[in-house]
């Protein structure tokens, strides 16, 4: 019964829609509600033009803090029902309304495994000047009960964060450039679309491949793009059709990564360490590796980690310094060069793992 819904948009209220959901069916649920703003006046940028940064957002108005806080208890109780015993709940939200959201939480019976500052490195100012620029937002991760055994991929967010331990601060910048999906006139098709590079930190720590994710408020289809590229799967809800046509097209251009270092670091395939591909002969102390258009370069070390300029560094940081990047998977970046021609050293892995079955 639930194939019929899965990698699918479903138009139509996420309450209504949920309904018809079957009990206990998803892995994880990702939502962005309306935050009631409760935005009355223009509001002026400090040259006197007008910003629109929460223009004709209809979904966002609600009658009192009442009417709102049913909305919530309605839509969360279904979330409640249809997530398995071990899944994931995630709610993201701004001062205006987590701490509501974080009491109905608790009142519906969920229990709080973190909240996640998102701290954007690009915030809109404060036009007003009366107060602090709103620089953040939070994210509650919670699960259906304290005796909720959820998935939490520790090993795959510390390789994903440069061999740290990934920490509930995440810093990334807005939505913006030609991630930022415009209208036909230029403009920011959705208001509160969020960045890419959060979905992917959500999905990757909290869910596994294969897993279905659910998304009551779809918008522009982040989460499913976000979910389609990490081979999981899911269910969107969304009653606006623009926003569905939107997130459609976009959902028809994602492209499986390459998850083979989520599944190392989760043990899910045999390792290969580099001293490894030193004895079999792959690779060389001293050898250069290159990027793929040879524009970045490294010196290999025996131990497998490399010289990149003055440092020295892991591949995946060194990886991620070439590309002016918080991390990146160094086996997917680096080449050596066999006969002319740039290999990638995961290439060689992958050899070394298919000739040690």
Known sequence: MLDAFVNRILEGDCIDVLKILPDETVDMVFADPPYFMQLENTLMRYEGTVFNGMKDSDWDKF???KHYDKFCIDWLKECKRVLKKNGSLWVIGSFQN???????LLDLGFWIMNDVIWEKSNPVPNFSGVRFTNAHETLL????NKKAKPTFNYKTMKTYNGGKQM???WKIPLCVGSERLKNSEGQKLHNTQKPEELLRRVILSTTKKGDIVLDPFF??????????????QFIGIEKEQEYIEAAQQRLEKAVQVSLEWHE???EKVSRVPFSALFEEGLVFEGEYLYSKNKDHSAILNRDGKVTYGNEVLSIHIASAKALNKINNNGWTYWHVLRDGQLILIDALRKKYREEHK
């Open 219 to 232: 918008g522009t289809g982040t989460t499913g793009f976000v979910a389609k590229t990490l081979g999981r």
């Open 167 to 169: 920490r509930s601060v």
């Open 63 to 65: 009658n009192d803090f």
């Open 141 to 144: 991760w919670v699960v259906k």
């Open 264 to 266: 190392v670091a989760e």
């Open 98 to 104: 987590i701490y509501r959201v974080g009491t109905i």
